[in-house]
């Protein structure tokens, strides 16, 4: 089970981090990803991190403005998101795959969160 938070509205060139806390299971060796659905559109990739947590993958519309980040010992991920823009609104999910590999495809990743909801305003 993964359980998505941290959702709500924000201002333009605000800030928010979501938090991904997981149950049921261990994702230590997972590697743990955020995707993102607005609306009328398809669910996209947004940021990855490895077993290890030393480097975090970006899409390259949110690069050098949203940080993954894992901590292990409480089996959860987070992602800073910093530098919003309205264009950042959608759904947020978390998701995991029992993998070293990193992947951009969301149909690689077969656990998913329920979502939480980031409105930016402009």
């Known amino acids: 089970q993964l359980q998505a938070s941290g959702g709500g509205l924000v201002q333009g060139g605000g800030s928010l981090r979501l938090a991904c806390a997981a149950s049921g299971r261990t994702f230590t060796g997972y590697v743990m990803a955020w995707f993102r659905q607005a609306p009328g559109k398809g669910r996209e990739f947004v940021a990855a991190i490895g077993l290890s947590g030393d480097r975090g993958y970006y899409a390259e519309s949110v690069k050098g403005r949203f940080t993954i980040s894992r901590d292990n010992a409480e089996n959860a991920v987070f992602l800073q998101m910093n530098s919003l823009k309205p264009e950042d609104t959608g759904v947020y999910y978390c998701?995991?795959?029992?993998?070293?590999?990193?992947?951009?495809?969301?149909?690689?990743?077969?656990?998913w969160g329920q979502g939480t909801l980031v409105t930016v305003s402009s």
């Open positions: 998701a995991a795959r029992a993998t070293t590999v990193i992947s951009y495809s969301r149909y690689q990743y077969p656990y």
